[in-house]
């Protein structure tokens, strides 16, 4: 797909990864749609892409919401005509054991923990794939979805209820693949590593050094690299119902 002019969403678009890849598809020419909570930074990166000679629109909308999603979809549909493609990216975390035992006193996951993070990283993703993936068909509009997942799908201590929502969106993204060919909508997964964003930047150096010296090329991602590869699929017609990882050859 010739990205010139056409029209992606971005779900979690004004930080981090999300605003990554919405400033590099937007030096290709698309437009872009921001979905997120915070309408500062959501005004500040639509300000970024259209310093780059694009349109692009903030909305802000809670992607665990069915009426929102619903409604913003429509939204960027009345807004911009046609609707070329979806990224999945907005997610959130809430780390914790299954159960743990220190000092003699047990803790355990919270059904709250679990569940907000099935609600978004999950819950989110289907239902952004399912509104956008209709208006896609109702308009006659081929392009692409694609699915932010993580290498955390394979499991990761402390991550019961990310590694859970991460392996979901993983095997909704081959489904829905082979469900949305017959109308020329391509769907797809980029599964990340260990990147640098605020999130790790926040981390003790110790942590930080012990995680970096885990990857074989010993350094950590960059936002740029995920959004270069987030553009490689969209761009690419006959990249489909694949996961590509991009984890500096580490495995977990």
Known sequence: MELKEKLIIITGGCQGLGRAMAEYLAGKGANL???DLNQEK???AVAACEALGVKARAYLCNVAN???VVDTVSKVAEDFGAIHGLVNNAGILRDGLLVKVKDGEMTKLSLAQWQAVID???TGVFLCTRE???KMIEQKSQGAIINISSISRAGNIGQTNYSAAK???AAATVTWARELARYGIRVAGVAPGFIETEMTGSMRPEALDKMTSAIPLKRMGRPDEIAHSVA???ENDYFSGRILELDGAMRI
């Open 33 to 35: 749609a921001l979905l």
């Open 42 to 44: 959501l005004d500040q």
């Open 66 to 68: 069915e009426e929102q």
């Open 120 to 122: 978004v990283n999950l």
């Open 132 to 134: 956008v993936a209709a």
């Open 167 to 169: 392996a979901g969106v």
């Open 232 to 234: 490689y699929i969209l």
